[in-house]
């Protein structure tokens, strides 16, 4: 059974930062990536990485700002987010992913992330 905890969201001022974590257990040899969901919209993708962590892919709207990485002796994968916008807000879900195409094979609970302006 796989279980994936996201933590790390909260409230931050525009410019401010974010470190998301998501833990996971079970079968966790799978990609990882972060999607986002705002208010009366669609889940998007937001950043990938890789099993072994060596390649990462950024949606246009957060490259330059976030970062993407994965610890597997600690089977966690983290989002570092700078320079946040208000545009920004949403609920941050982890995923086990397909590397590839990005389908999401299992979906965390999510954490709110709020930017303030």
């Known amino acids: 059974q796989v279980q994936l905890v996201e933590s790390g969201g909260g409230l931050v001022q525009a410019g401010g930062s974010l470190r998301l974590s998501c833990a996971a257990s079970g079968r966790s040899s799978y990609a990882m990536g972060w999607f986002r969901q705002a208010p009366g919209k669609e889940r998007d993708f937001v950043a990938a990485v890789s099993w072994s962590g060596g390649r990462t892919y950024y949606a246009d709207s957060v490259k330059g700002r976030f970062t993407i990485s994965r610890d597997n002796a600690k089977n966690t994968m983290y989002l570092q987010m700078n320079s946040l916008k208000p545009e920004d807000t949403a609920v941050y879900y982890c995923?086990?992913?397909?590397?590839?195409?990005?389908?999401?094979?299992?979906w965390g609970q999510g954490t709110q992330v709020t930017v303030s302006s």
């Open positions: 995923a086990l992913i397909l590397w590839g195409d990005f389908t999401p094979v299992y």
